[in-house]
């Protein structure tokens, strides 16, 4: 191996991984909005300085440092961290020092391409000899998001604590907003409401986070929704329900997809997108499956040290998802009786209904996993119509299309693909349009949840 190359794996190695985030400046990349601040604010109440970037105005960066050949969101947010850097060395100057900042950007195992975007993306600061120092803070998918050394030891597993309920919460959030906007009073009232919204649920989690508050996090969300409810005009007749799966980024990211939910609601749709939380719980279960197959394994071969390795991972990561469980109940308790909002589907039901239908596999892993039983489950439940968001070439997406097409042309459900790659597709509203049209027909016919 040349020096070149070895330099390369060094970087790898030395500058992507688990840093500790005390008194440096971690960058969050935006996902999706309402849940990117509330993530900050739970890292500020522990005491780490945490910002969340802007987004997507550096796409052209993206573009320059990418072949092209990379997924779309590993674009967008190299776009993201280099601009954000440009911005923050014109604005310091020589005080600028790349060594006070930790850019996070977590990883995801299995057969896509997830895992490569922190390695591409160190490769690529350090083709700029001033960012070299700059390190790269990966949580992965093969340890369900644990946030082993970046945080003192007894701050690790209290944070993860606030840090999925503020994934949940800002799913709450985002729900709120998709189910109120379609029927607002006045265009305008439930952008304006949730950005207000966002920012005081924000400044909750800073204030009460690292004391697990929840308890003032729920009155404060509660005063949200009840809020949130105020903006429904209820003279405007219930419309059809469009679900939405696919690819994690792409179907929160709003700049990327083209504010496609936008886009359904202008053409008469209530819209519902699956949550960040269903992909949280999605990493802990399938680990704690991966636990079970290797317990199985082991007992055949009577390899004892295996056997209780396996025996600690399935306890370990089956109380992480029941408490997850938990605090999800928890809020959606909360937050139902006030407005009849939709409840995440149990992985492990939609891992049975996989099973049942033998179209996929739990063991291929990826977000089909998640889209293709989700899908049956929205046709299940009712819904009018279902739309797959997804980034131009993304295999598991690709995937899900390929499988549930024909299934929904014989279940007679509207179904539309939309991937994304950055460029405007002329035909884009009027497939959208027809889509519509046609999850229309079907409300006109089935009403909805079934109901006609
Ligand atoms: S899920 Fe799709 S877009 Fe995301 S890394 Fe995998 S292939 Fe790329």
Same mark, same amino acid.
């Given at each position: 191996m040349d020096a070149e190359t070895q330099q390369t794996f060094r970087t790898l190695t030395e500058r992507v991984g688990q840093f500790r985030l005390k008194d440096k400046t971690c960058l969050i990349p935006q996902m999706n909005r309402i849940g990117g601040h509330l993530l900050a604010g739970a890292f500020r109440s522990f005491g780490v300085n945490a910002v969340l970037m802007d987004t997507y105005e550096g796409l052209d960066l993206g573009k320059a440092f990418?072949? $092209?050949? +990379?997924?779309f969101p590993c674009q967008v947010t190299t776009g993201d961290i280099l601009l954000f850097l440009k911005k923050e060395k014109e604005k310091l100057?020589? @005080?600028?020092?790349? @060594?006070?900042y930790i850019y996070f950007m977590p990883e995801a195992e299995g057969?896509?391409?997830? $895992?490569m975007y922190n390695k591409y993306q160190r490769i690529v600061l350090d083709s700029f000899p001033e960012l070299e120092s700059l390190k790269i803070g990966s949580l992965t998918s093969?340890?369900?998001?644990a946030l082993d050394g970046m945080l003192d030891a007894e701050q690790t597993r209290e944070f993860r604590k606030v840090g999925y309920y503020s994934v949940v919460v800002g799913d709450v959030l985002d729900r709120l907003l998709w189910r109120v906007r379609p029927y607002?009073?006045?265009?305008g009232m439930a952008d304006e409401f949730i950005e207000r919204a966002t920012h005081a649920m924000a400044d909750v989690f800073e204030r009460h986070g690292s004391t697990k508050d929840f308890e003032r996090i729920l009155d404060k969300l509660e005063e949200i929704i009840r809020e949130g409810k105020a903006?429904? @005009?209820?003279g405007i007749p219930q419309k059809p329900l469009v679900g939405i799966v696919g690819e994690i980024y792409l179907r929160t990211h709003v700049q990327s997809n083209q504010d496609v939910i936008r886009l359904l609601e202008k053409h008469g749709a209530e819209v519902l997108n699956a949550s960040i939380a269903e992909w949280v719980n999605y990493t802990t279960y399938d680990r704690m499956r991966e636990a079970k197959i290797s317990l199985r394994l082991s007992l055949k071969q009577l390899r004892v040290s295996r056997i209780r390795d396996s025996l600690k991972k399935i306890l370990s990561y089956g109380v992480d998802l029941s408490y997850q469980h938990y605090r999800q109940d928890q809020v959606y308790k909360r937050v139902k009786p006030l407005l009849d909002l939709a409840e995440d589907h149990r992985i492990h039901h939609l891992d049975r209904i996989l099973g049942k239908e033998k179209?996929?596999?739990? @063991?291929? $892993?990826? +977000?089909a996993c998640l889209s293709i039983p989700g899908i049956l489950e929205y046709v299940h439940q009712g819904y009018n119509g279902v739309v797959n968001v997804y980034p131009f070439t993304c295999m598991p997406s690709t995937i899900t299309s390929a499988i549930i097409r024909p299934i929904m042309n014989q279940k007679k459900v509207p179904y539309l693909d939309t991937p994304y790659d950055g460029s405007f597709q002329p035909g884009r509203e009027a497939a959208v349009r027809t889509f519509m049209y046609q999850a229309q027909q079907h409300f006109k016919r089935h009403g909805r949840n079934g109901s006609s």
């Amino acid at each position: 191996m040349d020096a070149e190359t070895q330099q390369t794996f060094r970087t790898l190695t030395e500058r992507v991984g688990q840093f500790r985030l005390k008194d440096k400046t971690c960058l969050i990349p935006q996902m999706n909005r309402i849940g990117g601040h509330l993530l900050a604010g739970a890292f500020r109440s522990f005491g780490v300085n945490a910002v969340l970037m802007d987004t997507y105005e550096g796409l052209d960066l993206g573009k320059a440092f990418t072949s $092209g050949k +990379e997924c779309f969101p590993c674009q967008v947010t190299t776009g993201d961290i280099l601009l954000f850097l440009k911005k923050e060395k014109e604005k310091l100057g020589k @005080d600028f020092d790349p @060594d006070r900042y930790i850019y996070f950007m977590p990883e995801a195992e299995g057969p896509c391409r997830f $895992g490569m975007y922190n390695k591409y993306q160190r490769i690529v600061l350090d083709s700029f000899p001033e960012l070299e120092s700059l390190k790269i803070g990966s949580l992965t998918s093969k340890n369900a998001y644990a946030l082993d050394g970046m945080l003192d030891a007894e701050q690790t597993r209290e944070f993860r604590k606030v840090g999925y309920y503020s994934v949940v919460v800002g799913d709450v959030l985002d729900r709120l907003l998709w189910r109120v906007r379609p029927y607002e009073k006045k265009k305008g009232m439930a952008d304006e409401f949730i950005e207000r919204a966002t920012h005081a649920m924000a400044d909750v989690f800073e204030r009460h986070g690292s004391t697990k508050d929840f308890e003032r996090i729920l009155d404060k969300l509660e005063e949200i929704i009840r809020e949130g409810k105020a903006i429904i @005009d209820p003279g405007i007749p219930q419309k059809p329900l469009v679900g939405i799966v696919g690819e994690i980024y792409l179907r929160t990211h709003v700049q990327s997809n083209q504010d496609v939910i936008r886009l359904l609601e202008k053409h008469g749709a209530e819209v519902l997108n699956a949550s960040i939380a269903e992909w949280v719980n999605y990493t802990t279960y399938d680990r704690m499956r991966e636990a079970k197959i290797s317990l199985r394994l082991s007992l055949k071969q009577l390899r004892v040290s295996r056997i209780r390795d396996s025996l600690k991972k399935i306890l370990s990561y089956g109380v992480d998802l029941s408490y997850q469980h938990y605090r999800q109940d928890q809020v959606y308790k909360r937050v139902k009786p006030l407005l009849d909002l939709a409840e995440d589907h149990r992985i492990h039901h939609l891992d049975r209904i996989l099973g049942k239908e033998k179209i996929y596999s739990f @063991d291929v $892993g990826t +977000e089909a996993c998640l889209s293709i039983p989700g899908i049956l489950e929205y046709v299940h439940q009712g819904y009018n119509g279902v739309v797959n968001v997804y980034p131009f070439t993304c295999m598991p997406s690709t995937i899900t299309s390929a499988i549930i097409r024909p299934i929904m042309n014989q279940k007679k459900v509207p179904y539309l693909d939309t991937p994304y790659d950055g460029s405007f597709q002329p035909g884009r509203e009027a497939a959208v349009r027809t889509f519509m049209y046609q999850a229309q027909q079907h409300f006109k016919r089935h009403g909805r949840n079934g109901s006609s």
